[in-house]
């Protein structure tokens, strides 16, 4: 996957320039930055109908569109408002693929038990992913908001995930990553499930101080950074986030 | 600041870098050795542009001949990290963010947190910045129609079990009470109210700086971890 040239648009990433669908898929990563619910469906629709691949719909179209607003969003440009009406946007154009997705592989990809972490009650970026990675595909076991390390592992064990991904939004919360990824370790769980860490005061060097198998600097690179560490290939090559996400 | 306080006379100043949600909480401990600079209420929300514009003042500050720099902020989601000063010594609260410094203690905040970590917090300044629930939803109102921010509002509080207020003892109490309680009222969650301690606050602008502070010397910078084991 090539870069977008500077040329092309350089707030819309990711976008390949001389491709037929490169026009359709700029608009749909338009629509959600301008969180146009409608034409979100709608394009994505008829992209499907014109048998655009699905995987090429969500890694060029919407997952770019969500990432130009998380970033106008830190940039102080974009505030919680916006931020939520694009990930509205973006569902709705995920609801058109997720089944399509799901039926192509039949069953879900992988099982991710997320939750922001004790004392921490802020979901909006951990909705976001748990869109994501529906869209993508996973099955997601939401444990909600303020979750103990103890409920984190009952979790794992109960479902037999694959991945405990946690967030959260406080710098005052962010050591309960630590703890419930101690708790893990101390319950013989640590080598049986890969640990994802994300939230806006979390660092690559945080990440990997506590030990965490991967980290993701935006919701948006969530789908990616889990089909890297269970080591299952992109549909459509690799996705074009890597430089958003860390393998540590 | 060779010695531990704002007290002594030396006859140099010491600069005060502050949010200005706490102006005048700050403003009551003039003792004349202390000058004030207040930045935007709002800059913790982009954390990168909240260090730079710190940095920006700090590096000003170097070229005049201050004693030190005090600031009024605590890691308020990383807009501190990487702040380094080349010539004066800095002087920050541990602390994660404001709350602290209105109860008056780390301590009677994170009893707080522990127990009711839904807690939306209203100070005077909070509130004449515009940052409470209601006008949050007005805003939203006029920008998006009455539906859409209905359910943005619920989308960003809806974990909220309570909203408290913390008179700091600054302002007059009852028109201020009167909003943070309507604010419960509308977002149909409980109100408390409790009596803010100006302890922290004078502390932090005349010490003396015990373990409460950092004391971040010349050419070093602020770092996360010093504030993770609070």
Same mark, same amino acid.
């Given at each position: ?7 092309? &648009? ?11 669908? *490169? *026009? ?5 990563? !338009? *629509? ?36 130009? #607003? ?18 509205? *946007?973006?569902?709705?154009?995920? &609801? ?13 990809? #992988? ?6 972490? !004790? ?7 951990? &909705? ?78 945080? #990440?990997? &101080? ?11 690179? #969530? ?26 | ?8 006379? =030396? ?27 207040? +930045? ?14 710190? $940095? ?23 807009? @501190? ?11 920050? %609260? ?7 410094? +209105?109860?008056?203690?780390?301590? =009677?905040?994170?009893? $707080? ?6 807690? /939306? ?5 909070? @509130? ?15 920008? /998006? ?20 207020? @913390? ?7 009852? %028109? ?9 009222? +509308?977002?149909? @969650?409980? /109100? ?15 010490? %003396?700086?015990?373990?409460? +502070? ?5 050419? $070093? ?10």
């Amino acid at each position: 996957m090539t870069q977008t040239k500077e040329s092309m &648009n350089s707030i819309y990433p990711y976008l390949e320039e001389d491709s037929k669908t *490169a *026009a359709p898929l700029y608009q749909l990563q !338009k *629509a959600v930055v301008q969180r146009d619910c409608k034409t979100v469906k709608e394009l994505t629709e008829r992209m499907v109908k014109e048998g655009v691949d699905l995987f090429r719909i969500l890694n060029q179209g919407l997952i770019p569109g969500m990432l130009e #607003a998380s970033e106008r969003f830190r940039k102080g440009e974009f505030f919680i408002p916006e931020l939520l009406m694009s990930s509205r *946007a973006l569902k709705f154009g995920l &609801n058109v693929l997720r089944p399509l997705i799901q039926e192509r592989k039949n069953r879900g990809l #992988a099982k991710v038990v997320i939750g922001t972490v !004790k004392f921490d009650l802020h979901d909006i970026g951990k &909705n976001l992913v748990i869109i994501l990675l529906e869209g993508n595909g996973f099955e997601v076991v939401d444990l909600g908001v303020d979750v103990s390390p103890e409920k984190f592992i009952k979790a794992v064990e109960k479902n037999e995930a694959q991945i405990l991904a946690m967030s959260s939004l406080l710098t005052s919360t962010m050591s309960w990553m630590k703890f419930t990824i101690e708790h893990l370790q101390a319950s013989g769980l640590k080598k049986k499930v890969k640990t994802l860490v994300g939230g806006a005061p979390v660092t690559p060097i945080f #990440a990997k &101080n506590i030990g965490a198998d991967g980290y993701c600097r935006e919701a948006t690179s #969530a789908p990616s950074m889990v089909k890297k560490l269970l080591g299952i290939k992109e549909n459509e090559g690799e996705s074009p986030f890597k430089q958003d996400s860390t393998r540590l | 600041m060779r010695e531990n306080s704002t007290e002594r006379r =030396s006859g140099k100043k010491v600069l005060v870098l502050a949010c200005s949600v706490m102006e005048k909480e700050i403003r009551q401990f003039q003792n004349g050795r202390l000058e004030f600079k207040f +930045f935007d209420y709002g800059l913790h929300r982009t954390p990168e542009n909240m260090a730079q514009a710190i $940095q920006l003042e700090i590096d000003k500050a170097s070229d005049e001949d201050y004693e030190g720099i005090i600031l009024g902020y605590g890691l308020c989601s990383n807009g @501190i990290v990487g702040i380094t000063s080349k010539k004066l010594r800095l002087i920050i %609260p541990r602390i994660h963010d404001c709350i602290s410094l +209105f109860l008056g203690s780390v301590e =009677s905040y994170q009893k $707080q947190s522990k127990e009711f970590p839904g807690t /939306y917090y209203l100070t005077p300044g909070w @509130i004449d910045k515009g940052q409470t629930p209601v006008s949050k939803f007005k805003s939203y109102a006029q920008a /998006y129609g009455e539906e859409t921010a209905r359910w943005v509002l619920h989308e960003e509080m809806k974990h909220y079990t309570r909203i408290v207020f @913390i008179d700091t003892g600054v302002y007059p109490r009852e %028109p201020y009470r009167a909003i943070a309680r309507e604010n419960a009222e +509308f977002l149909g @969650i409980s /109100y408390e109210e409790l009596q803010g301690s100006p302890n922290l606050f004078k502390k932090l602008l005349h010490g %003396p700086w015990g373990k409460e +502070f950092l004391i971040i010397e010349r050419n $070093q910078s602020v770092r996360q971890e010093s504030f993770l084991d609070l």
